[in-house]
């Protein structure tokens, strides 16, 4: 299973960048997906996310301003990210938590290699 970011770059404060992240491989279905980020000298934090009901979590810093979405149909997430500030800045990851067969009832973690987001003018 591969998850890959895209939609990241440097924006500018004010700015509303949406971030993809396509799940591929040997899915079977996709229980939560979520997205964290990291920014320099922090520890990786939850920003969003949604279980396979449509509910949606955010954390406080975000709460208003962005909005998680699936495409399930595409194995696909989105954050659409609204009145980004510079501290906004840092690698955003997606995170799934994927039942790769029929065959195993089990769910795995897995993780995207991030993309950058910049706030700056």
């Known amino acids: 299973v591969q998850l890959v970011e895209s939609g990241g770059g440097l924006v500018q404060p004010g700015g509303s960048p949406r971030l993809s992240c396509a799940a591929s491989?040997?899915?079977?279905?996709?229980?939560?997906m979520d997205w964290y980020r990291q920014a320099p000298g922090k520890k990786r934090e939850l920003v969003a996310q949604?279980?396979?009901?449509?509910?949606?979590n955010y954390a406080d810093s975000v709460k208003g301003r962005f909005t998680i979405s699936r495409d399930n149909a595409k194995n696909t997430m989105y954050l659409h990210m609204n009145s980004l500030k510079p501290e906004d800045t840092a690698v955003y990851y997606c995170?799934?938590?994927?039942?790769?067969?029929?065959?195993?009832?089990?769910?795995?973690?897995?993780w995207g290699q991030g993309t950058q987001v910049t706030v700056s003018s």
């Open positions: 949604t279980i396979s009901g449509g509910s949606a």
């Open positions: 995170n799934a938590a994927v039942r790769p067969s029929s065959t195993n009832d089990r769910f795995y973690s897995y």
């Open positions: 491989g040997s899915i079977f279905s996709i229980r939560d």
